[in-house]
């Protein structure tokens, strides 16, 4: 049981869309594919945040932000018409917490406002998802 929840916090921090399928198919119930999916997440995007300045400095050293405004991509797009909590909001969907805190600081974002969009947006889509999973589940 230990190793399934672990297993569900780890992929909350890597991809969140990938946690609340895989809870189902281990046959937890989607309160706590929920809650632990949103930990993972939150967490992943917290330790990242606190780590601010040594990682926008290593992107900035990697040239990432020069990057994505050359590329003018989907996530350099939603940076510039949604701001701080759009990126918040989008960030797990799209790229996941750690590397969505990690962007949005190297796009300069200030970590205090960055932070409560970013685990707002962790525990939104953990909970769609959870709530997909389950009705998913219930239709098979």
Do not use: Q
């Amino acid at each position: 049981m230990a190793w399934k929840l672990l297993t569900l916090f780890a992929l909350g921090v890597a991809e969140l869309w990938a946690a609340a399928p895989a809870g189902a198919a281990m046959g937890f119930d989607p309160l706590p594919v929920f809650a632990v999916a949103a930990a993972g997440a939150v967490s992943g995007g917290v330790v990242v945040v606190l780590l601010g300045e040594r990682v926008k400095a290593w992107l900035e050293r990697k040239k990432e932000r020069e990057k994505l405004e050359k590329r003018r991509g989907l996530l350099y797009r939603v940076w510039l018409r949604y701001g701080v909590i759009g990126w918040g909001l989008l960030a797990p969907l799209l790229v996941g917490s750690p590397l969505g805190a990690a962007l949005g600081l190297a796009l300069g974002a200030p970590p205090r406002r960055l932070l409560p969009w970013l685990c707002a947006g962790s525990v939104l889509w953990s909970a769609v998802f959870s709530l997909l999973a389950a009705l998913g589940k219930t239709l098979i």
